[in-house]
């Protein structure tokens, strides 16, 4: 298996929701991450996690919150979300923090705030 | 403050053609350089990479050229093909695990 799984695939969520996205890899990565993507822009890291453990926050602000269950799976929690957060949400996993070498992507949530 | 500026913004070849799309850095930290391709709706998908001590890699019609000393590197894609019509990010790795995208070129391959 060489691939990120992640859903779902689209959300419609209102500002006063609590919503999670999932991702799910089997391919024995150690390090997984969030990014988001807006329209015609790179990705933009938000979280990384080595081992289970967050070791990258890039400031995010606090009505994203990220889990890791464990080696597998990666979780983003949504809450109280604005209408500018809308946007393709991506995971993708790399062999280890130090080792690895390129991501695999998943193919991402296309999140849409109301 | 962009950490790779990646020009150019879009690109239109004619199929068979080359396209070439370039990337330059500041940081001497950076250690490892890849490209990737990203589709509408899909995630970017690894197309190749390159470590800062070789200076050409090839794989199949995708070459990367890096020029360590101008902090330089680019994509060229020969014999291009309307299936290579796709948004392509160069990146840099700083630190094992966290990269830096490129603004990104949207290629557009005319049959």
């Known amino acids: 298996d060489t691939e990120v799984t992640q859903t779902p695939k689209h959300l419609v969520m209102g500002m006063t929701n609590k919503k999670s996205l999932k991702c799910e890899q089997h391919?024995?990565?150690?390090?997984m991450y969030w990014y988001k993507q807006k329209a015609k822009k790179p990705p933009e890291l938000m979280f990384v996690?080595?081992?289970?453990?967050?070791?990258i926050n890039e400031s995010v602000p606090s009505r994203f919150s990220p889990e890791c269950p464990n080696s597998s799976l990666l979780n983003l929690h949504l809450h109280a979300l604005q209408p500018e957060d809308s946007a393709l949400y991506l995971c993708?996993?790399?062999?280890?923090?130090?080792?690895?070498?390129?991501?695999?992507f998943g193919s991402g949530t296309r999140l849409t705030v109301v | 403050q962009q950490q790779v500026k990646q020009s150019p913004q879009s690109l239109i070849v004619q199929k068979g053609g080359i396209s070439i799309i370039n990337c330059a850095y500041e940081?001497?930290?950076?250690?490892?350089f890849p490209w990737y391709q990203q589709f509408p709706g899909k995630g970017p998908a690894l197309l190749i990479a390159?470590?800062?001590?070789?200076s050409e890699k090839k794989e199949g019609r995708f070459t990367i050229s890096f020029n360590k000393s101008a902090k330089q590197f680019s994509l060229h894609i020969m014999d291009s093909q309307p299936g290579d019509s796709a948004t392509y990010f160069c990146?840099?790795?700083?630190?094992?695990?966290?990269?830096?995208f490129g603004s990104g070129t949207k290629l557009n391959v005319k049959p």
């Open positions: 993708a996993s790399s062999q280890d923090s130090v080792g690895g070498y390129g991501y695999t």
């Open positions: 391919m024995g990565h150690r390090a």
């Open positions: 996690y080595s081992y289970e453990k967050l070791s």
């Open positions: 940081n001497t930290a950076f250690d490892y």
């Open positions: 390159i470590r800062p001590d070789v």
């Open positions: 990146a840099a790795r700083y630190n094992f695990n966290k990269f830096y």
